[in-house]
């Protein structure tokens, strides 16, 4: 299976990702679950195993880290694609909400999530193609096989937040070719 492909060819994911181009973002993203959950689920049977929780969008602009202007974005995702469940981040900001150093880009938090499996992006270019920024790459999620990220695995600290999103998940009751 080739994920970039693939989701070029999904017409959801296409709408998806023209509705947040239209916000105009900086240095924006669709990233960790969404992409994790669909690749998963077309993997194990083609269809939704468990429902959406979230379609997590980030992005990256140090001039304004309000709470309030990502709740503004969410609301203008809600009303350009109704019914599905937004959650927007200015990852300039979310650093003191998760305790960590400082990123430097949105590149750099989705490399410095928590497992390889959601350290993923997707985005439609200028010219409307499909960019996957995979910087851990892509064996892991194509073969269910859940690891900490090198910034994760390397802190003890870093490594209990690691363990305690796997209680927390469940994703081997939802797909039981999961490795950890």
């Not at 070029?8 to 959950?37: F, M, P």
């Not at 928590?114 to 193609?129: C, F, Q, Y």
Request: glycine share 4%.
């Amino acid at each position: 299976m080739n994920p970039e492909r693939w989701f070029a060819s999904d017409a959801e994911t296409r709408e998806i990702l023209k509705a947040v181009q239209h916000l105009n973002l900086e240095d924006w993203w669709v990233c960790a679950g969404y992409i994790r959950k669909k690749i998963w689920d077309e993997l194990s049977q083609g269809e939704a195993i468990v429902p959406l929780d979230d379609i997590d969008v980030i992005y990256f602009d140090p001039s304004d880290i309000s709470e309030e202007t990502e709740k503004g974005y969410e609301e203008e995702l809600h009303r350009m694609l109704p019914g599905l469940p937004w959650s927007v981040k200015n990852q300039a900001r979310m650093h003191m909400v998760n305790g960590l150093d400082p990123y430097e880009s949105a590149r750099d938090a989705i490399a410095k999530f928590p497992e390889t499996v959601t350290a993923l992006g997707i985005k439609l270019d200028v010219n409307d193609r499909m960019v996957l920024y995979a910087p851990h790459g892509l064996e892991d999620l194509l073969h269910f096989s859940v690891k900490p990220t090198p910034y994760f695995r390397g802190d003890p600290s870093r490594m209990k937040v690691f363990y305690n999103r796997l209680n927390h998940k469940k994703w081997s009751l939802y797909w039981p070719e999961v490795r950890i």
